[in-house]
């Protein structure tokens, strides 16, 4: 937490009492049935947390950037799946303050601060991967009650549990996106909305990301969100991987520190010493504690500069917190297993689950690949595309 | 197979068959299940294959070690738990025909061979680290039936499936292990035998290895194998690692295989190529596969130099190929997962129960670290410590 | 320069004009001819900067250490050799204000802001390795005109070119050294100081550190620095690895950004677009501009939190700083050559010093080994030795 | 030499014993210099190897390739300069055998064999990226005494020692090298050939291979070798590659030799043990060995299955064989100089110029992004475009 005001430690500390009382004892439960952590979210809803992102004056806690990492963080550290559907929900709020209109935004921010609905955001489809082309398919279209949606989504995330679906959309199937890309809230109740609800995954499980038809959904009028082509011009879809960021980060400090307890307590015969008097032991920990330590300064930085940057700059942020957090998280969980020994594979220990999330979260794009050319770009004074974006794994 | 000859060929073609056609078709239910893979075993046991370390005049294949590790390592690629109990099994009948008498022999050969027994091995225990120290609480004594064994026993491999199990002791509880050290076969159905079947892992789920309990089991006189102290002065001990070796290099190549296989058949739009065709995808899996071939090219020499090594040189051996094998093995399942995209993360996905699997099969022991110290003496000319040796993953 | 005030900047803005100005010109020349880089102490010295670490009172910049490691860190993208034997000197000035009495601090300081003298500090031995025991063969002993110093060091950094060498002696040759480490401060020109002058090295070249001989070397009772045992007490060894880790990142920036201008220039056929537009060329930049970014946020971080921290504390901001800029800067100054290409080789191109450069310095003390253990030993609670020091590359 | 007749044995052990007693000795000197190993030539020549790939009719030694691999690599043990000059000179014999006329044949071999005369090859241009397009400025043209060569080379390898330069050309400046690329053997005292003699680098110093114009430089008819466009389609390009894996590992090897060697002899105190007793030192030298070890195998294999391979698969065995040497070479030339400390940076000790020499090499194309995009490739089934070639480090 460091460069936090006193003000801003509060809520980060608040949130970390809320995770470790009520939401890190159930995550192991979640992980296990696949299902929405419904009970997590009340917690979270009950302290307005499901409202981080969502301006003051309409009820939410307006947190600032470097907050809302931090809170997204300390979530993640207790559990990932929590983390993941409340930054992807915030996240859908970001784009209601940008876009919507004051009728929408106390329309759908109500729903949130009011009565704990939780939003979604589906962008991936079967045939386009985001990672390398942003293109939609499902298309949106004019009807006489407001609109009508169609198409395939993958990785929808919060399928059976939010109350609302962000669904990006191609405006009457246009695929230039500069033109076409509307972002469309599409009620969990409205007919049409179709899910064989599989989705049985090494890890994020408890995101429920199964697939989903959209089969001529009629939406109202006030469903649609901005001109068409708005959505990824304001500096929020950037976001997304920020969040991703703190949540890879958060989940790896936890598996860290559990680790680091465990070499503490576990005493090994016949010299009767904890485990952390072996040097090799020291030198693992040593040597992931000053790579989780720099990926956490570099989150840190990001989002202290977020407010003021613009998109582009923003896209920069995103991608240096983001790729070093992927790195660093995926080394962590991996090695920190070994460091534990054998009982590292054990299900009764977090760090098996850290492992499995960490890999199924870092799948989320932009891809390292796309991140680096997009971070050198950059250094090279090259106008970089935007970052890629979407709800759910980046699909190959 | 580089280096095999005709007849060796053979030999992995047969068992390629099986694996294919009956062993593989099983992995995702046994996996999920986390039950020993009974089917698989008899499948391997008509044709031979629990033989497969059982001299041929005992009824056994007799193969030699670079057709043994072929076999394992094409067995992987399809049931990473059927090749580990398998090799395990073998590994004890490496013991029985380097210690045992002519009588144990044809007893224990023949309840292989003939009634398709499976045999375990069991050194780890609760309070001791073997990659640490080689140190057995387990101890045996005389007993006017024969001997009487008394312990607690760590990743029990095959708790609950195989007939016989190999338990590492101590003699009159003797702490140096040079003097003391006493393997004793114990019937599964020796009364006294208790465990609580907890065995729920990341991954191996299948070798079912949970905690036992020996509560003073009596045992025959014909029980004991050798010598107190003998059995890592044989030059078997050392043979677990080939074996791990090839086991974690069969799971790395089906997981870069199907990857492959997956890049050349998922079309992307809007360009409508294979994923094949990125020079990232590209670069990626030529990375992994040139590093799964120097792997295999070591794995393959150790095996073919070992008939003619002492047992010092066979630790050397075992350590180079187990070493590389176990780097080339995390890095494959894990980068294969990005080079598959979000949908390499879905349980349907061979690569899914790889990535689990590796990271827990590679903690058996002993750890990276001591592997390149004991390499690293060897190249230094240092006498170097036995190679440390235990049925389950190395409790830390 | 994030993180400074703007009158922290314009200090750091000096140093940039003067570096870009007069040293970095004379860095070539220095290194192909191994010899102290003079003139650069000069031009430094004329602005104050020999006496950046040396209290306002005393007549010099008196810079925080945030400051201090910006100006470091600056001098060394344009010479590192110049940084390096700055900061040796700036290290000896914080010992003479710390261990030093009044009329020490009047005539050492004085030497420096008035007459440009360079002090040097000498701690390696040649049978002694500072990275696995701190210990001093070097021996003072009373004398009726002072002290007496008889010994032999080794990486004697400035041995013809500082007026001052801070020698790091027993006390009677006490083997403890919390009860016998002394610094004495012997003047160049005493007689008894022998070097053969051999330093032909890789890089850092014009360090020019050979071994001295210290023969019965006589001197004045003022010579010896604050009570035996007390030199590693009062947290300024520590920041000897601030220093590197600064000197270090500084080499890796100049070098990052020679080949980003390098690849911005450069046109190849038949395309005749710059190497810039090369995908694998921005993946390649992106990485380690990410990575040198990360590393630059932990130097800056260490260097705020100094101030405040105890001698424990210190280490750990070092070991931290100075891993991360070893790792980083080691993979920049060898990648980045990659970049360029076959010129990258070629002397007239700055990248081909940072690599020399880069790895003959960063074989300071401590190692990457004994940095990680410390890390790691903090993380897990343990108390942890002092951080290793010595005035050379560590000698194993 | 695992893998090697006695036959084969005892040529590389005269070349060894060649390397130890002549070549070694001398290398400090060349690479000082910056001069071809001309002494080092000599004593090649007199016992035949100058003639390494000259078909024994001709009175070469006709190695086949696994022989000679071997043969390079143990020369580079003692000089990386001696060994890639005579590598250069042994592929122009290649290209001579595959597409010479019996008179040229005899011409030019007889040229080796009884003057010792060496051959250049000289395909680098100052405006093109061989790493990412074969494409030749220079042309040659129909001249009333043969031909006429004009153009500018880079990397132009013995440009002062070798007899006679392979220069790739454009048939009368044809852009389409399938059609136009046409070898030329010019001999180095042909007028119009002029060079500033500019080569002053960090490694790979006795090279000697600065720029070199041809300016209208007229040379016989029996000058050109083989119909335009046949150069790269007869399976001898790739072995420009086979050799420089050869070299790097040849290069690496030594410098893990050296440092083994002196962490045997360099006893420290207070403990007067050797570094080699040190936990740390062990695992660096055994990591450095498994995968020295690993790369020679990968080597070895490839060149014995280089005989029976066609064109494109040798494209592949030296690719493979060349990234994995490439990595291990660079890596092991850089820790080995920690592991040796500061030392390490000495110019008496073998590995400073190891360092320097192997960070220059592995610049030769084609660069580890197009070895790991052709290696993807195949593994991919993807049909992989020529091995990318040039006489020099790739020009980015």
Chains 1, 2, 3, 4 share one sequence.
């Not at 904890?274 to 989002?303: F, I, K, Y």
């Not at 995103?318 to 020994?341: M, R």
Request: charged share 20%; aromatic share 8%.
């Amino acid at each position: 937490m460091s460069g936090l005001s006193p003000s801003q430690r509060r809520v980060v500390e608040q949130v970390e009492r809320l995770t470790t009382s009520s939401i890190a004892p159930l995550a192991a439960r979640y992980d296990g049935e696949g299902t929405n952590p419904v009970e997590s979210w009340r917690v979270l809803w009950r302290e307005g947390f499901l409202g981080a992102a969502i301006p003051k004056a309409y009820g939410g806690l307006g947190l600032d950037m470097p907050t809302y990492a931090a809170v997204i963080r300390t979530i993640a550290r207790g559990c990932a799946n929590t983390a993941m559907t409340v930054h992807m929900h915030s996240t859908v709020m970001r784009f209601l303050e940008a876009l919507g209109t004051e009728a929408q935004k106390r329309k759908y921010f109500a729903a949130v601060v009011r009565d704990g609905t939780l939003f979604g955001s589906w962008g991936s489809e079967p045939a386009v991967s985001l990672s390398r082309t942003f293109l939609m398919e499902t298309s949106v279209r004019r009807h006489p009650d407001g609109w009508v949606v169609d198409g395939v989504k993958h990785f929808c995330t919060m399928a059976l549990g939010a109350g609302y679906y962000l669904i990006w959309c191609a405006l009457d199937g246009e695929p230039d996106m500069a033109k076409g890309l509307l972002q469309v809230l599409v009620p969990a109740s409205t007919p049409g909305v179709e899910t064989d609800g599989k989705w049985n995954t090494l890890g994020m499980r408890a995101t429920f990301s199964p697939s989903v038809k959209l089969n001529r959904c009629v939406v109202g009028a006030d469903a649609a969100l901005g001109q068409p082509g708005a959505a990824t011009t304001v500096g929020v879809v950037e976001s997304f991987g920020l969040g991703y960021a703190a949540i890879y980060l958060g989940i790896a400090e936890a598996a860290l520190e559990f680790a680091i307890d465990y070499a503490k307590k576990r005493i090994v015969k016949p010299e009767n010493v904890p485990v952390a008097q072996d040097p090799t032991v020291q030198r693992h920990v040593g040597e992931l504690r000053a790579h989780v330590d720099a990926a956490l300064l570099v989150l840190a930085e990001s989002a202290a500069d977020w407010e003021q940057s613009d998109m582009v700059q923003r896209g920069l942020l995103a991608n240096k917190a983001k790729y070093l957090a992927t790195e660093v998280s995926l080394d962590v969980t991996s090695k920190i297993i070994q460091v534990v020994g054998g009982r590292g594979a054990y299900k009764d220990y977090l760090v098996e689950r850290a492992f499995r999330d960490v890999r199924t979260a870092t799948l989320m794009p932009p891809t390292v690949d796309r991140m680096l050319e997009a971070i050198g770009k950059s250094a090279l004074g090259i106008d970089t595309p935007m970052f890629r974006f979407g709800s759910g794994p980046q699909g190959a």
